[in-house]
Every structure is written in C-alpha cells, then in structure tokens.
C-alpha cells in the first residue's frame, strides 16, 4: 500500500513537517509494509516556507531587512528543490509577531522589508516567486514593497512620502523609472486565501485594521488613504487594484504586489500543490492523508485539508483527515473530497493538554483511522 501524507500545520503545537512525520509512524504502527510519501503543505501563511523547503528538498537563506517600524530583522527565506523557485513570507519582514503589542500601529507600519526580501529571493537565482501573505503588521497597500523595488512614491512637492497607511494621503505622484530592473522576467505568484478587495466595508482597513491597532478613527483614516493610493496606482501605473478580490490581503500587500511586481494573486494551497508536485505523488497512491488543527464550515472553502483532498479525488485516491478539533459544520468538507475525517483527541482533554501531547494524538489517531481503511482496502485486494 502506498500513502501519501500531506498535511497542514496544526497551529501553536506541530509544524507541517512535524505533523506529517507523527502521521508517518501512525501509518507504520498499522501496515509497516507501507510506502510513505511526506509532503507537508501550507496555504500561503505561516509556516509556507517550511512546508516547500521540507517537501522540495530545499534550502534556507537569510538577509537582514527593514522590518515594520524601519528597525533591521533577520528575515529567512527559502530556495525549493528545483533552484529557481523562492518561497517567503511577508510575515519574516513585516509581521505582526515583530512588533509588540504597545507599538502596534498601522499608521506608521511598512512593507519595505518585504520588497528588500523579495529582492534577496531574485538576487539568490529564483525566476519565480512565492509570496507568502499572512499574518502583516500593515496596512499601507504594499507602498513600502513598492518603494524597495525602485518605485518613487512623491508628495506635491517632489519628496518621498514617509512609510505607513496614514501617510498615503500625501502621495501625488508615481515614479516608476528606478524599478529595479532585476525584476524582468521574475514570475511573482501571490498565496492568497482571501478575497477582500483594497476598500470598503469588507476592504483591508475595516476587515483587519483592529487586529493590528487601529481604532475605528484610524481604520476610517486608512480606508480613505488607500482609496486615494489606488486612484494614483491606477493613474500613474495603469493597474486597477481597487476592487479586486485579495487586493486587501494583508494590508494592501496583494494589490500592491499587482501593482509594483506584477504579481498574480493565486489560492495559496493551490500554490504549494504545484510547487511540490502533489498531483504526481498522488497519481499511484492507495491512500492520502491530511489534516490541520481545526476542520469548520469554513474549510470547505479552500483551507489546505479541502485543498489536497479535492485534488486526490479528482485522482481517485481516497483521503481521511485528521483535526485537533471538529466544530459546527465540519460536514461540509464531506462533499469537498475528505471521504472521513477523525479529531485526534481520544478522551476528554483540555487545549493546552491536547497541543502538549499533540505528537503522540496524532499518531494514535492516525494509526486507528488507517486500520479503519485497511479493514475495506484489503478485502478489496484480496485473491
């Protein structure tokens, strides 16, 4: 039998990879003459990295970049298996978890660091780009990436404007001539697993603002100041990056990486699938196992266990998920390609309790739901 294991993270206790290596002995404790085939996934936020450098036989690079309030971080990055493909995420440059919560403020936030750490991506060989876009400390629709990358941001007066949200207001002008030109030719694919556009009620400022620190004042502010960026964007740039679905993402990030990178923004579990070439390990396997921290009425909407599952029925190999927790509407993923999905937790247990010995509950969980499937799979192989 062969099993293929690709599972997301299971956030605040296992890694990807972690995950997929606990489901491995799962997989041996029930047929130890499987074949195994670990393939860690992720959809664009954190952990995007790990998760293709594991699966692609990959390398780690490092670069210090301008992280959110300006101060240099130590930003890593990753080189996949093929040698031209980069990963990153936003967040190693301009996250949430870099700034503490008293500093906290989408005002003065930028996401230079972002495009100082593309360029790192490009200048250590890569033709193609992930970008990961998760988890931000910003909201300035990505005029910082833009700023990194050659592009002059002017006020009335010629000068640069100052980095952050409410500082977009200022901007009269784009001047594109310093792009820099190690750009051409680089393909930068955007993991995007949502679809706010740039403005509005459901825009980046009012869905995400409080998250990073803006009062109902500022989330107003910053709303208004990205309305008036994309009016230049559009103007100056000839791209409309307004109303388009992701164009919120992350602050603004997705449209600014439309803008100033000519990204294409993507399903970010659509992209690790190609990038680690899930649908050919898939192709002669008996069975796929996924699984991520919780399984709700919205992963049928596109989080990574739907992901991977719907791609392994279009195969026709079977796939049972494995969850920390199982809530309202979990039943939904049933008709999204996950054919049984199982909590890990074998007993009344507490959360910190359940992400403490998460490790050995998936293995146990995994080891039962696989005996489950042999019971059905050997009578069907049989003589």
């Known amino acids: 039998m062969r099993v293929v294991i690709a599972p997301d993270k299971f956030k605040e206790s296992l890694s990807a990879l972690q995950a997929a290596e606990a489901m491995a002995r799962g997989v041996v404790a029930a047929a130890p003459e499987a074949s195994i085939d670990l393939a860690p996934m992720a959809d ?116 640069d404007i100052k980095p952050g949200g409410g500082h977009l207001n200022h901007l009269a002008r784009i001047d594109p001539s310093g792009r820099r030109p190690e750009l051409d030719g680089v393909e930068v694919s955007i993991a995007c697993d949502v679809t706010n556009p740039l403005c509005g009620p459901r825009g980046a400022s009012a869905v995400y603002g409080p998250q990073k620190g803006a ?3 500022m989330v107003e502010t910053l709303d208004n100041n990205l309305g008036h960026f994309a009016a230049i964007v559009e103007r100056d740039l000839g791209v409309a990056i307004k109303d388009q679905p992701g164009s919120g993402a992350a602050g603004g990030l997705g449209g600014g990486l439309v803008a100033f990178a000519a990204g294409k923004l993507e399903p970010g579990v659509n992209l690790v699938i190609e990038a680690v070439e899930l649908a050919e390990r898939l192709k002669d396997a008996d069975l796929c196992l996924t699984g991520e921290g919780a399984i709700d009425d919205q992963s049928a909407f596109g989080k990574t266990a739907v992901g991977v599952s719907r791609l392994a029925r279009s195969i026709g190999c079977p796939t049972l998920a494995l969850t920390g927790t199982i809530k309202p509407g979990a039943e939904a993923v049933l008709a999204e390609g996950i054919d049984a999905y199982f909590s890990i937790c ?17 293995e146990r969980a995994t080891e039962q739901a696989v005996r489950a499937f042999l019971a059905g799979w050997r009578h069907s192989h049989s003589p």
């Not at 992280?67 to 990753?78: I, K, M, T, Y």
């Not at 989408?106 to 990961?132: Q, Y």
């Not at 507490?350 to 998936?362: I, M, P, R, V």
């Open 346 to 362: 074998d007993r009344p247990i507490s959360l910190d309790e359940a992400k403490a010995q998460a490790s050995l509950l998936l």
């Open 44 to 159: 664009g936020g954190e952990g995007t990295v790990d998760a293709l450098v594991a699966a692609t036989g990959g390398s780690y690079r490092q670069t210090r970049v301008s992280g959110p309030l300006g101060e240099p971080v130590l930003a890593s990055f990753g080189l996949l298996g093929d040698g031209q493909t980069a990963v990153i995420e936003m967040a190693a440059a301009s996250g949430l978890v870099l700034v503490s919560h008293e500093r906290r403020n989408p005002l003065v936030t930028t996401t230079r660091g972002t495009g100082e750490l593309l360029l790192a991506a490009i200048a250590a060989g890569a033709r193609r780009v992930i970008v990961g876009i998760g988890g931000s400390a910003t909201n300035d629709g990505g005029a910082g990436l833009g700023q990194a990358l050659g592009f002059r941001l002017l006020d009335a007066d010629g000068h």
């Open 215 to 217: 009062s109902p004042a």
